[in-house]
């Protein structure tokens, strides 16, 4: 058994990360914070958790988040994280960061999307927690950057066509719509019930801060500076992302040499589906799994292809896969505890 904290218990990502450890056969859960909530039974707050944590609220400080534990996961919003792992680093416990705080490694573009980084030296040794490209990395890492979950829906998909140079690089188009859980439990008015019923809009169109995320890493994968163009949306569900993507393929690409692309590149990843030919990929098939589902199809008017990706958010997006990477980083095999998660049949 390995023990883990978690920082950030009260919040979505951090209830996920619960459900998950609960279910995981190799790693038990010491402590969890909350500051709203100190002193409270988790079970008291989240009732679906009674029975399966006993647990009850620390401050993020206390030292039961340090007692018996080799990872601790920061799910607190960024700039929280920043001022939390350089502590616990020098503890000598490893950290998954699922905020956005490491996942930059030029601290120029960080702090221009985010505002001051007071830790900057630790951007070189954070590896960026996506384990479809970067497992070796993780596996040796003391502090691993969770992906923003938008990201992983775009980067699935598109680093494997971009590194065997099927597509286009620079007319990258991607189109994202994701479940109102994306942007926290803490109450916003936008948020509320009677704002988002029966409404689908976008947001954030003159930048998201999910956008020089995409490009980092599509342009290593493409060897060249990528330019995207990315448009969040706000979905009236509670968790899922689907992302729609438009690329040009190189000439004499089409349809049948993405799908080829990808088996190669996934045939032994337990987290990626590729869809068959005429299958689309559905939020309700991925919601509360780990998997992300991607699938592609050629437009013959435009000559473009059409990519589809979906994910949950919570889970892929955020909480399974940090425990993904908290499993590489334990010496643990990679799928324990996140196999057969999925709600929907
Ligand atoms: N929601 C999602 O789909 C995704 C979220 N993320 C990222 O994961 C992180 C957590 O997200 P999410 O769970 O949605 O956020 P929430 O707003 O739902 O929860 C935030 C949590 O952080 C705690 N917290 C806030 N400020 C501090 C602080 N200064 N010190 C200690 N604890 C603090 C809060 O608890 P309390 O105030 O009680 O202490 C709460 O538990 C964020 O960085 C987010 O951007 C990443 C991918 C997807
Ligand atoms: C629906 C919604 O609001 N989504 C959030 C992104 C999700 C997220 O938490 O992003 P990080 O992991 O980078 O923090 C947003 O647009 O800001």
């Keep these: 058994m390995h023990g883990v904290a978690i920082v950030g218990g009260s919040g979505y ?31 008291d707050v989240f009732g679906a958790l009674r029975g399966r944590v006993e647990l009850s609220f620390s401050a993020p400080d206390a030292p039961e988040l340090l007692d018996g534990v080799e990872l601790v996961f920061l799910a607190v919003p960024h700039k929280a994280a920043m001022a939390a792992a350089p502590g616990l680093l020098a503890a000598g416990r490893k950290v998954v960061d699922l905020s956005a705080d490491f996942r930059l490694r030029d601290a ?135 992302s729609t993507i438009y690329a040009r393929p190189v000439a004499g690409a089409g349809e049948e040499d993405a799908r080829r692309c990808w088996q190669e590149a996934f045939a032994d990843e337990p987290f990626v589906r590729v869809l068959p030919a005429g299958v689309l990929p559905q939020t309700k098939h991925v919601r509360g799994g780990n998997m992300v589902d991607i699938a592609v199809a050629s437009d013959p008017r435009s000559g473009l292809l059409k990519i589809f990706s979906a994910l949950d958010n919570l889970t892929k997006g955020a909480s399974g896969q940090a425990v993904q990477n908290a499993n590489l980083m334990l010496g643990l095999n990679e799928t324990t505890g996140l196999l057969g998660l999925a709600t929907t049949p």
């Design 13 to 43: 990502t951090g209830v996920e990360l619960m459900r998950l450890i609960d279910a995981h056969p190799d790693l038990r859960l010491m402590a969890v914070s909350s500051r709203q909530y100190l002193g409270r039974p988790v079970a």
């Design 108 to 242: 120029a573009v960080y702090e221009k999307w985010y505002g001051p980084h007071t830790c900057q030296d630790l951007l070189a040794k954070a590896v960026y927690g996506l384990p479809e490209f970067y497992r070796h990395q993780v596996r040796r890492a003391q502090l691993t950057a969770n992906p923003g979950c938008y990201v992983t829906s775009v980067l699935v998909p598109l680093v494997p066509l971009l590194r065997a140079g099927l597509v286009d690089s620079q007319s990258l188009i991607a189109d994202s719509a994701s479940g109102v859980s994306g942007a926290g439990r803490g109450a916003k008015m936008n948020l509320i019930h009677g704002e988002v019923h029966e409404d689908f809009k976008a947001y954030a169109v003159a930048g998201h801060r999910h956008t020089p995320e995409m490009e980092q890493e599509l342009s290593l994968a493409a060897g060249r500076e990528v330019r995207l163009t990315f448009t969040p949306h706000l979905l009236p569900m509670d968790r899922g992302i689907l």
